[in-house]
C-alpha cells in the first residue's frame, strides 16, 4: 500500500518570530542603525504579503525588484516565501534595454523599485506589457504608482498561506551571461534551505553570529551567504546600502561582526585603505573570499595580521556556499577551497567526461538538494547545464593527492597558447604581487604565431611608476615562458561587475584585438 509523503514550506520569519522574538534580526544601518527584532520583521513581511495579495498577487505570480540593498527587498523576499509569490530580481546595473529583456522574461504582475533608478523605470514603463502595478519604495517616478508605505496599513498577521512544495521557486536571481540575455537560475526553497544547513552545518554559524550584508540583494551572494543561514539560528543580519570601506571598518570595530564575505576588490580597497593598520580583527570567526579567485598577496596580507583568511566558492547556479577549509589547512594549502560541505557531491572531468586524476585541472561538476533546478523558460540552456543530476559549473579546478579541492577560473578565460593552457588567475596573483600594482587582469588576444597570447591590463598605484619592461621583468623570474603576457597596456581604472569583480568582457572587447 503506498503512503503519500507530506511535504510543506516553512514560514521562516513566523518560525523565528515564535522561537525567539526578541533577538535583534536585522540593524538598518540605511535608518539610523535601527535595530529590529524577529517579531518586528515577522510583523513587516506579513504586512508585505497582505499588501501584495491586495494588489492580485497570488502563488506563482513574479514580483520583480528593482532596488539598491534595504530591509524592505528582504521583506518582500520573505513576503514572496510566505503567499508563494516569485520574487524576480533586478540587476540595476544594467542598461535599459537589458533590464526589458529580463522583466519581460518573468512577465512579472508587479515591478517595486526604490528612487534611485525611478528615472530608468519611466523609461520602462510602456515597454513591460506584463506589469499591471509599480510601486515606489520611496520616490514615485510616477504619480499614479502606488507607494510601498501603503503596507502599514495592512494586518501584522497572515491568514490563507497557501500549500507549497519544497521544489516549487521562490526567487529567481540572473546570471551574468555571455552571450544574448542573462539566465534567471530558479531557486527553490529547498535550495535556501540546504543552503543553509550546508553553511551552518559547515561553517559553525551560530546565533550570537553577526554579519553584514552588502553584497547586492539581485545576486545570489546577498541574502544567501550569511542572511538566510543566520535567519535559521536566529543571528543578527547588518543592512548595507552598499560596500563602503569606511563603514565596513566601523562595522568592525564596533557592531561585533563575527563573519565577513567580500569579492578580492573589496578586499583590495581594505587593505589600501589608511585605517587598515589599526582595525583588530581578533574578535572575528571568519573572513572569506568569494566571487572570484583571490590573489595571493591579498591573502597574505591577512595571514600577516593572524587572520585565518580564506577563498570560498559559490555560483547562482549553486547557492551560495559549497566548500569549507579547515582552519588548520588555511596555511597549510594555500589557495585551496577545500572541500565539499555536508550535502554537496563533487568531481573534476575532462571534456570527455572522465574523472580527472589529481591535480589535473578540468571542470567542476556538482550535485546536491542546494542545486537549482533550471533556467526560467530556458529548457534547452537547463538541459546543456544539468547532465544527469550533475551541474556543469564551466569553472576550471583541480583536486591534489588529498583530496583538497582549488579553483582556477572560468573556463572560459583560459586560453591556449602555443598549445599550453594559460590560467589568468595564475598570473594575475603574481602581478598584483608587484609593489607598483593596483589592479590587474590578464586576457588571451589573437597572435598569429601562438594562436592566442597573454595581455596584460593594469592600475599602477598612485605614487608609483611601473612601465611595460619592468613589470614583464618582474614576471619573468616568476612565472614560465609561455605564461608571460606579450603586452602590457595600462589603464586609469578596472571595469567591475555589480558585486565589483573585474569585468572581463568589458576588458576584452575594449583591448582583446
Not at 530608468?120 to 520616490?139: E, F
Not at 510616477?142 to 496599513?153: I, N, P, Q, T, W
Not at 553553511?199 to 550584508?213: E, K, N, Q, S, Y
Not at 609561455?482 to 569585468?503: C, L, N, Q, S, W
Request: aromatic share 10%; with cysteine.
Amino acid at each position: 500500500m503506498e503512503t503519500q509523503k507530506s511535504t510543506f514550506v516553512t514560514d521562516w520569519l513566523d518560525k523565528r518570530a515564535k522561537l525567539t522574538p526578541d533577538r535583534t534580526a536585522l540593524v538598518d544601518t540605511l535608518n539610523g542603525s535601527r535595530e529590529i527584532t524577529f517579531r518586528e520583521w515577522n510583523a513587516q513581511a506579513n504586512q508585505t504579503a497582505n499588501f501584495l495579495r491586495a494588489l492580485g498577487i497570488k502563488k506563482g505570480d513574479r514580483v520583480s525588484v528593482y532596488s539598491s540593498n534595504r530591509v524592505e527587498y528582504l521583506d518582500i523576499l520573505f513576503a514572496c516565501g510566505k503567499i508563494g509569490a516569485i520574487q524576480h530580481n533586478c540587476n540595476w546595473r544594467l542598461t535599459v534595454a537589458e533590464l526589458e529583456g529580463i522583466i519581460n522574461d518573468a512577465t512579472p504582475d508587479v515591478l517595486i523599485y526604490s528612487g534611485d533608478w525611478a528615472e530608468n523605470v519611466g523609461q520602462l514603463r510602456s515597454r513591460l506589457p506584463s506589469v499591471r502595478h509599480y510601486v515606489a519604495l520611496d520616490t514615485p517616478a510616477d504619480s499614479g504608482d502606488r507607494l510601498f508605505a501603503e503596507r502599514e496599513s495592512y494586518p501584522v498577521t497572515l491568514d490563507d498561506r497557501p500549500e507549497q512544495h519544497p521544489d516549487e521557486p521562490w526567487a529567481i536571481y540572473y546570471t551574468g551571461g555571455t552571450t544574448g540575455l542573462p539566465k534567471g537560475a530558479i531557486m527553490t526553497h529547498n535550495n535556501a534551505a540546504w543552503n543553509c544547513v550546508n553553511t551552518i552545518t559547515g561553517w559553525g554559524l551560530t546565533a550570537d553570529d553577526v554579519a553584514p550584508l552588502q553584497l547586492p540583494l539581485f545576486h545570489i551572494g546577498g541574502a544567501h551567504i550569511f542572511c538566510l543561514p543566520l535567519v535559521h539560528l536566529g543571528g543578527k543580519t547588518i543592512v548595507c546600502k552598499a560596500f563602503d570601506v569606511d563603514q565596513t571598518f566601523d562595522l568592525i570595530a564596533n557592531a561585533g561582526v563575527t563573519y565577513y564575505v567580500g569579492v578580492p576588490t573589496m578586499f583590495l580597497m581594505i587593505q589600501q585603505h589608511p585605517r587598515w593598520e589599526q582595525v583588530d580583527f581578533s574578535h572575528m570567526k571568519l573572513i572569506i573570499s568569494g566571487g572570484a579567485p583571490c590573489p595571493m598577496p591579498i591573502v597574505e596580507k591577512f595571514w600577516a595580521r593572524g587572520v585565518d583568511f580564506k577563498t570560498g566558492y559559490g555560483l547562482t547556479e549553486a547557492p551560495a556556499n559549497n566548500f569549507w577549509l579547515p582552519p588548520q589547512d588555511v596555511r597549510r594549502k594555500p589557495g585551496s577551497v577545500g572541500f565539499p560541505l555536508f550535502h554537496i557531491d563533487m568531481k573534476i572531468v575532462n571534456p570527455d567526461g572522465s574523472e580527472c586524476r589529481p591535480d589535473e585541472p578540468g571542470e567542476l561538476l556538482i550535485r546536491g538538494p542546494h542545486v537549482m533546478p533550471g533556467f526560467w523558460n530556458r529548457p534547452e540552456a537547463t538541459a546543456e547545464t544539468i547532465i544527469d543530476g550533475w551541474l556543469h559549473t564551466g569553472d576550471l579546478a583541480r583536486r591534489d593527492v588529498e583530496g583538497y579541492f582549488y579553483i582556477i577560473g572560468r573556463s572560459k578565460d583560459m586560453f591556449i597558447s602555443g598549445g599550453e593552457n594559460v590560467y589568468p588567475a595564475e598570473v594575475e596573483s603574481v602581478m598584483h604581487s608587484h609593489p607598483a600594482v593596483s589592479e590587474a587582469a590578464l586576457i588571451g588576444v589573437p597572435d598569429e604565431k601562438w594562436g592566442e597570447v597573454g595581455r596584460a591590463l593594469v592600475v599602477v598605484k598612485p605614487g608609483h611608476t611601473l612601465d611595460a619592461a619592468d613589470l614583464l621583468a618582474f614576471l619573468q623570474e616568476r612565472l614560465a615562458k609561455y605564461k608571460i603576457p606579450r603586452t602590457v597596456v595600462f589603464i586609469p581604472e578596472m571595469p567591475k561587475t555589480a558585486i565589483g569583480k573585474i569585468d572581463k568582457k568589458v576588458l576584452l572587447k575594449a583591448y582583446g584585438g
